[in-house]
């Protein structure tokens, strides 16, 4: 199945700052790429998708840039804000899902 | 919610009883998916299903089991082999397509002292 690596595994921000988190994985064939946000006790939710045609996709504070060539792909997030705080999954599309272990993000106001 | 519902929220049991989790869609997904998560953790897929009346194992199926036999439903089992079932289960569905979004439930908190 697909391989998929995501760095950081925790990520510490001041508010106002950037944060990227970047995933790598290994199925060239994998055109679909979404971005899940998860807040403690609730389900995942969809916050930005990508498809292997496009490079780079934006949504007010939030950005996904992938390079299939290098088969990488990452999140954006632009003046974050403490609701920002939660972990990021990100995931990569065969016949399933294949998400990322995960990273925790943690403004700090 | 998007659609999916699971039952219940919590769910506590006596170590070596089965237990039934519940999915149901409404968005007429053909594929259909159960995850388990620990505290702290990611994502890791029990069983799948792409099609009414057919199912595959994920990476993490050993003491567990599912059925699908409509569309819109997709139990699934916690067998008393399952050494560590306490955890967060979530379900979730997408279309056949592999282009899309996939949707998930509330999740199903289970406890088993």
């Known amino acids: 199945g697909e391989n998929v690596e995501q760095h950081p595994s925790t990520l510490s921000v001041q508010e106002g700052d950037s944060a990227v988190i970047k995933c790598t994985y290994s199925d060239s064939a994998s055109n679909y790429f979404p971005w899940y946000k998860q807040e403690l006790g609730k389900r995942p939710q969809l916050i930005i998708d990508i498809r292997s045609n496009v490079g780079e996709k934006k949504d007010q504070r939030i950005a996904v840039t992938l390079n299939k060539t290098a088969k990488h792909f990452s999140l954006h997030i632009t003046e974050t804000q403490p609701e920002d705080s939660a972990v990021y999954f990100c995931a990569v599309s065969d016949y399933k899902l294949s998400f990322g272990a995960g990273t925790t993000v943690t403004v700090r106001a | 919610d998007g659609g999916i519902t699971q039952s219940p929220k919590y769910l506590f049991r006596k170590e070596g009883q089965n237990v039934t989790l519940s999915c149901e869609q409404n968005l007429n997904h053909d594929a259909m998916y159960w995850y388990r998560q620990d505290p702290g953790q990611g994502l890791r897929l029990i069983y799948y299903?792409?099609?009414?009346?057919?199912?595959q194992k994920g990476d993490i199926a050993e003491g567990y089991s599912v059925s699908r036999e409509k569309k819109e439903s997709f139990p699934l089992t916690v067998t008393s082999a399952q050494k560590n079932p306490t955890a967060f289960y979530l379900c979730?569905?997408?279309?056949?397509?592999?282009?899309?979004?996939?949707?998930f439930g509330p999740g199903t908190r289970l406890t088993v002292t």
């Open positions: 979730a569905s997408r279309p056949s397509d592999r282009g899309h979004e996939q949707y």
């Open positions: 299903s792409q099609i009414v009346n057919d199912f």
